[in-house]
T-cell receptor
């Protein structure tokens, strides 16, 4: 199993440009989570999906952020237009939703380091 | 709502010292508890877990015991190494209608000097 795959690993973009981050979860996992990590705020849950359906997007900072999961093997997080304060590391994670009870937790991807200049 | 509180860092130790990182939680029901570790430039990795009261999770010399009476899950290691330098996150999950959502603590930075 290749684990959770995120792309790109690094992204540098100019303010105002559209940015799209991609995630391929582990096959068979039915929950997918997008997190943002910064020094100031630590780990923030942005949105999560179960069976491709968004369950809670209350962590999405504002309308500039959107996320989709068109099928069980792919998700995107889009920022349009991007701003310097969006600079952070964005992590995707997946799990079997029942695993909260059976205790296997998440598998995280390696993250996308986004820099908006 | 559910929450996790970790001891504030950073924690700085000499090699072979004893490590404790405190973690307490607030949650209804019977959560599962986890410790994750993040090495520089990498994503979070599951370090250990416990799914019910009095369970002890262990891995790579690290241990943590699920104490329901004190709502705690403190991480310990008897002799740390320089390679243990990382950020450690305590977390809980209840699965079910939470869809396995994890609630994380704020993280504790550990630096181990030779």
């Amino acid at each position: 199993d290749a684990g959770v795959i995120q792309s790109p690993r690094h992204e540098v973009t100019e303010m105002g440009q559209e940015v799209t981050l991609r995630c391929k979860p582990i096959s068979g996992h039915n929950s997918l989570f997008w997190y943002r990590q910064t020094m100031m705020r630590g780990l923030e849950l942005l949105i999560y999906f179960n069976n491709n359906v968004p369950i809670d997007d209350s962590g999405m900072p504002e309308d500039r952020f959107s996320a989709k999961m068109p099928n069980a093997s792919f998700s995107t997080l889009k920022i349009q237009p991007s701003e310097p304060r969006d600079s952070a590391v964005y992590f995707c994670a997946s799990s079997l939703s029942r695993d909260g009870r059976f205790g296997n937790g998440y598998t995280f991807g390696s993250g996308t380091r986004l820099t908006v200049v | 709502g559910d929450s996790v509180t970790q001891m504030e860092g950073p924690v700085t130790l000499s090699e072979e010292a004893f490590l404790t990182i405190n973690c307490t939680y607030t949650a209804t029901g019977y959560p599962s508890l986890f410790w994750y570790v993040q090495y520089p430039g990498e994503g979070l990795q599951l370090l250990l877990k416990a799914t019910k009261a009095d369970d002890k999770g262990s891995n790579k010399g690290f241990e943590a015991t699920y104490r329901k009476e004190t709502t705690s899950f403190h991480l310990e290691k008897g002799s740390v190494q320089v390679s243990d330098s990382a950020v450690y996150f305590c977390a809980l999950s209840k699965g079910g209608t939470s869809y396995g959502k994890l609630t994380f603590g704020q993280g504790t930075i550990l630096t181990v000097h030779p």
